[in-house]
């Protein structure tokens, strides 16, 4: 089964069935609607990635006028990295139903056939959380994502309640997600939105780009502080794509220090002893789907990240 990377939590497309299309199959009704082929829309339904009122839909199902089914993009999983995990994930926060992790660099977020090192649900489980039984079996509480090199803050539901609310809450954008990045040179403006659609590389199956039939992406950053040849930005995320923020800065010619897969020079990076981009998930801020009341958490820089700092400032 294909693994899907995000920077963020990954926006569904969502898609209003019409009076015309009732009392069809759910896949010639998409398939009519979105443009997509059926046998598209069929591998979209068998990686669980076409819901109806957050659950997976089955491909025999029959519409009805009204149905707002969001369909979420299935893409291969990022190319390598040199890097390997180095440090274990830490839980921030625990409850009957949210588990708050800091994820270090190297872990991806759950198994997939395609990866062969270590993954956040796994070790969760390992260390004696139960997680719920909603969604792909194997990717159990996954409500968002992180790419393996992407270090920081996310949250794995805990009970199928909070399964359901916090899918339905990133999926009309009511999570707080909040990156620090580094990216190479000086943005102008120093702070602004970069609003550009976000779809598959034309030439790389690794990749994404910013292509005019794309999905519509919005960025939307500050900078933080200025070094030589580097710039420190916050960014807050209006949309959720794979790859939007490595992919956005490097559109704008201003690549994430070390990602070597959107173009950032490996000289630079090896001068800060970086060996992957720097990005980090630093706080997420949601209602609590037990409570009802807003929480937000944090992340600390981790230590490559924190030294290559420390070295731009020597400079």
């Known amino acids: 089964m294909a693994e899907l990377h995000a920077d963020q939590a990954e926006q569904p497309d969502v898609v209003v069935i019409t009076d015309q299309l009732a009392g069809e199959r759910v896949d010639h009704a998409l398939a009519h609607l979105t443009g997509l082929t059926r046998s598209r829309i069929h591998q979209l339904i068998s990686h669980d990635a076409v819901e109806l009122a957050g659950k997976p839909v089955k491909k025999s199902r029959v519409v009805e006028a009204g149905e707002h089914y969001s369909l979420r993009e299935v893409t291969k999983p990022e190319a390598p990295l040199e890097v390997v995990a180095t440090e274990d994930p830490t839980v921030l926060y625990s409850d009957d139903d949210i588990i708050v992790v800091d994820k270090p ?18 070790w969760l489980q390992e260390e004696g959380f139960r997680l719920p039984g909603l969604g792909v079996e ?32 990133f999926r009309n954008r009511e999570v707080d997600k909040v990156y620090h990045a580094l990216v190479q040179g000086y943005p102008s403006p120093s702070s602004g939105t970069i609003d550009a659609p976000i779809g598959r590389h034309p030439s790389s199956s690794w990749k994404f780009a910013v292509v ?15 070094f030589p040849g580097a710039t420190l930005v916050e960014v807050h995320l209006e949309t959720g794509r794979t790859h939007q923020i490595r992919v956005h800065f490097q559109a704008e010619r201003h690549p994430l220090v070390g990602d070597a897969l959107y173009g950032a020079d490996p ?32 992340s600390e820089y981790p230590e490559d990240l924190a030294r290559a700092l420390q070295l731009l400032e020597a400079q």
């Open 138 to 169: 194997e990717r159990p509480g996954v409500v968002h994502r992180l790419d393996v090199g992407t270090s920081g803050v996310m949250v794995v539901a805990a009970s199928d309640r909070a399964y359901s609310a916090l899918k339905r809450a």
């Open 105 to 122: 660099v190297g872990y991806t977020v759950h198994p997939a056939p395609s990866w062969e090192g270590p993954d956040i649900i796994s």
């Open 267 to 298: 000289v630079f990076a090896k001068k800060l002893q970086l060996e992957r981009q720097w990005l980090h998930a630093v706080s997420l801020g949601f209602t609590h789907p037990g409570t009802g009341a807003h929480v937000s958490f944090r």
């Open 212 to 226: 005019r039939e794309g999905r519509h992406s919005i960025t939307h950053y500050d900078t933080l502080e200025v």
